[in-house]
């Protein structure tokens, strides 16, 4: 039987929770595994002997370490890192329609969490991901959602500065962990991922500009994005795919 130690990042979030409550239940019926997911400020209600909730601020590097730290004191690796955190919008600040909206403060968390946290995770976990199992020529997994907004040349209505520039910046850092863990990591695939849209807190107030049909349950996002990394190789370390694996331009 597979094993596999799992680190979601989020995991109080729709997409997260999800993806926990996807790989717990495939866990029942073919691998055994151990996943650890981080809360922010309350854990929710989901319980299970191999599940282990832990605290941590993606905005805040120490408590990163913190957490990975943890982790490291209960388990000598890690084989798939899923950073399901996000920010569009807050009580107090929306996504910018023009550039007289634009703020410092809402720009720096936008960057703060969007783009700056996923490489303050790798840079923390990466001792966990070296150590990774490796079986049936399957990489370790370092994935970050991100969202289509954050392709260039994709970008044809504007508008969202904070969240577009944020996750074209993760979309480069990620591009660059990959190139630099393709030399000192074996067999890691680093990948940002889009989730399409999904019925959750972050895309709430802005779902009635979905198209019928294209608004995704929390569960089906999770689960296409699973199979989608469940089929990565090594040599794909640097994509930039959506849902159902196609690639994206950036």
Not at 49 to 78: C, F, G, P
Not at 205 to 218: E, I, K, R
Request: charged share 20%.
């Amino acid at each position: 039987m597979n094993s596999k130690t799992y680190l979601i990042i989020g995991g109080t979030g729709g997409i997260g929770q999800a993806m926990i409550e996807q790989i717990l239940s495939s866990a029942k019926q073919h691998d055994s595994v151990d996943v650890f997911a981080t809360y922010y400020r309350s854990v929710p209600d989901i319980e299970a002997d191999n599940l282990h909730w832990l605290q941590m601020d993606v905005s805040d590097e120490d408590s990163i370490k913190q957490a990975t730290d943890v982790i490291k004191q209960q388990r000598a690796h890690i084989d798939w890192v899923l950073n399901c955190a996000g920010l569009l919008h807050t009580e107090q600040a929306q996504p910018e329609k023009a550039l007289r909206q634009v703020e410092t403060d809402f720009f720096l968390q936008n960057m703060q969490v969007n783009a700056l946290a996923s490489l303050l995770i790798a840079k923390h976990v990466k001792p966990l991901l070296a150590k990774a199992e490796r079986s049936n020529d399957k990489p370790a997994i370092f994935a970050t959602i991100s969202a289509r907004v954050g392709s260039i040349s994709d970008n044809q209505v504007g508008g969202w500065y904070s969240y577009r520039m944020s996750k074209a910046a993760l979309n480069m850092g990620m591009k660059n962990l990959s190139i630099e863990w393709g030399r000192s990591l074996k067999d890691v695939c680093v990948v940002v991922m889009q989730p399409g849209t999904v019925n959750t807190q972050l895309s709430a107030p802005f779902q009635s500009n979905v198209a019928d049909g294209h608004l995704f349950s929390p569960a089906y996002s999770a689960e296409c994005l699973l199979e989608v990394l469940s089929g990565m190789t090594a040599a794909q370390s640097g994509s930039f795919v959506d849902w159902a694996g196609e690639s994206i331009p950036w």
